[in-house]
């Protein structure tokens, strides 16, 4: 049969994955790669919670179906964090459903929520599934250039004049994937009113609010009335190291929650129960190893942005998550990001992730994960260096070492 599938011919490829191919045919090679591309946690998930997945496990009858929403228990504990971390009091059985990880959870609130031909405000650049989940369930998506928070929320206006039909729903993401900005309550709140006005459903994406190194990141849940609007996904991924683990929740406006359950009803039986059981400890237990990770985060920051401003590449210093989001260093801004990926890999084994993958106005940078002990940064600005300088001088750069 000639003719591709209809959803796939609107996923371009994703450009991640040359630069992962590439990484992985070099380490076939022998070479040592310093992986600064996907944001995968390398920290161990703290023993607690291991060892509450053991116990969970060896329980006769934590083998069977689990709950599609998720089971009481963590809803309860994902309510009682909000409690905690933002004075937001919800609703287990209405406002909260354990997903499997936020990405699954944003795709199918996607699915639940889309008609063909809606048009969705996203921001770019973003983390993709902002806006191909929307695209996979046949909306249309209006790109709003987001470099900072203040150029996506007063692009917003422009948007909604222009677009047929009227919008139904926009996207937030801070802090930011992948850019790093962070926003504060006041954002939330003209977001919240804008919505409001325009009848818009907000789908706000807060998977890095525990990786900050400045203020505490707000909900947009904190604002008054912004549940009528807005519902808020959230990770166990980078909080707690548990990114292989798949939990992810989404809370907020009863009406999207209720939509997405029915939908997840059809798809999955959650997460396996022990997982969830353990994830309950995460959130319930001692939080100490969120603020080591923190730490540990911070280091790793700041001796990025100290190592590769020595070898020539300013690295802008983020406030929160676990990326810093650079211009392409001087001698390369004639490239694409795309192509300054590949050359990085290929001659100073060093893996970044190129903008573009996360939207046409993300050329023009790389965003760089701090997923290496500091040391392993460290190396990575030395190949770096070696890597500029032999392009200020026009020759080809030898491998790194």
């Not at 609007?229 to 999207?256: C, I, P, Q």
């Not at 730490?295 to 810093?324: C, E, H, K, N, Q």
């Amino acid at each position: 049969m000639p003719h591709e599938f209809h959803k796939i011919r609107r996923l371009p490829p994703y450009v991640f994955e040359q630069v992962n191919r590439r990484a992985a045919e070099l380490r076939a090679e022998g070479a040592d790669i310093v992986n600064l591309g996907m944001g995968n946690p390398d920290l161990p998930t703290p023993q607690h919670i291991i060892d509450k997945l053991v116990e969970t496990a060896e329980k006769p009858g934590t083998n069977r179906y689990s709950a599609s929403r998720g089971i009481a228990g963590l809803r309860r504990s994902l309510a009682s964090y909000y409690a905690r971390r933002f004075g937001v009091t919800l609703d287990k059985d209405r406002e909260v459903i354990v997903t499997l990880g936020s990405k699954e959870g944003f795709a199918n609130l996607a699915q639940a929520m889309t008609a063909p031909g809606d048009v969705i405000l996203s921001p770019d650049p973003t983390y993709p599934i902002h806006s191909f989940g929307f695209i996979m369930a046949g909306a249309s998506i209006r790109s709003i250039p987001a470099l900072t928070p203040e150029q996506y929320l007063s692009g917003l206006g422009r948007a909604v004049h222009h677009s047929v039909p009227p919008p139904t729903a926009m996207v937030l993401c801070y802090p930011s994937n992948p850019t790093a900005a962070v926003v504060d309550l006041d954002f939330y709140k003209e977001a919240v009113a804008f919505a409001k006005k325009h009848d818009l459903w907000i789908l706000s994406d807060l998977a890095y609010n525990e990786i900050y190194f400045d203020d505490p990141p707000p909900s947009i849940l904190q604002v008054d009335g912004a549940r009528d609007v807005a519902v808020e996904t959230t990770s166990m991924s980078k909080t707690y190291s548990m990114a292989g683990w798949r939990v992810g929740f989404v809370a907020g406006n009863d009406r999207l929650v209720a939509a997405l359950a029915r939908v997840k009803s059809y798809l999955d039986y959650g997460a396996f129960t022990p997982i969830q059981v353990a994830a309950c400890a995460a959130l319930d237990g001692p939080q100490d190893c969120v603020e080591e990770a923190r730490g540990i985060y911070r280091t790793r920051r700041d001796a990025l942005v100290d190592s590769f401003g020595r070898a020539g590449w300013p690295v802008p210093s983020p406030r929160a998550s676990m990326f810093a989001w650079a211009p392409l260093p001087e001698p390369c801004r004639a490239m694409s990001s795309l192509e300054f990926s590949l050359e990085l890999i290929n001659e100073a084994h060093v893996a970044v992730s190129p903008g573009t993958g996360f939207g046409e106005h993300g050329e023009g940078y790389v965003r760089l994960a701090l997923v290496e002990n500091d040391q392993r940064i460290r190396q990575a600005a030395r190949n770096v260096r070696r890597y500029l300088q032999r392009k200020q001088e026009g020759g080809k750069v030898v491998a790194a070492e």
